[in-house]
């Protein structure tokens, strides 16, 4: 265990605060690395997003429950609290088996049940009667035949079976523009982070495995030796700086033999 000199005030809160801003003061100096560790994170970030992460397209298509009316013309209070009960029912009805099956059996190309149930999604605002279907695939064409072919299959099974008046389709199934995911923004930012990190933490790795005294302060602050002077080492290859300091050693020698 070491140990300071009685005159040294040191506290285990003063040397945390001193390794942090010496800790800070060795990343600022490592900046030109941070920024080269943040620019191969952008690039590894944009080349998985366009090589390695199929993009998504999503088509959506919105459809209306409205219970059978007490009469031709009038839609009553109760008309609409059954509707809104029905259209929480009508997601049950349109994921099951029967529905899948036969909206695969439908389309043109090879799909199961199973991965339909995965890629669609329904989804009901809190006291409205309007169901939202999302149909999420890595072909836009797929995507809306998927939701258009879903839709008719779903109503006309939930009308047979309920008993309703009918279940109106709102908005058909749209042709998505641009994909849905993956967002290469988002992963940008990721990809940078996470470079940044790893390389803040092997420079913190070297930062706490370095243990030499660099200033003066360290010696008074680790050992409670007083520095009384610190010479300068100039290493070869400083050219006119090293000729410099020289010329100056010489001139001071021929003052002191005079």
Known sequence: MERYPENEKFSIDDEITLNLKEW???????FYILLLAAAAGAVLALLITKVFITPMYISETKVYVMARQSSETTVTF??????SQLSA?????ALSRPVLE????QLDFDISAGALMQAISIDTAAD????????ESDDP???QAIADVFREASNERFTEIVGVDSVTT???ASLPASASSPNLAVNLIIGIVIAVLLICIILTFLYIRDDSLKTPDDVEHYLGLNVLASIPILEKGYGADAASYKA???SSRKRSHL
């Open 24 to 30: 800070f003061r060795f990343l600022f100096n490592k």
């Open 78 to 83: 109760s008309d609409l609290e059954l509707s």
């Open 89 to 93: 029912d009508y997601r049950q009805f």
């Open 102 to 105: 036969a909206t695969a059996e």
């Open 128 to 135: 409205a009667r309007i169901l939202n279907i999302s149909v």
């Open 141 to 143: 064409e797929h995507a």
């Open 170 to 172: 709102i908005e058909e």
């Open 248 to 250: 100056a050693r010489r």
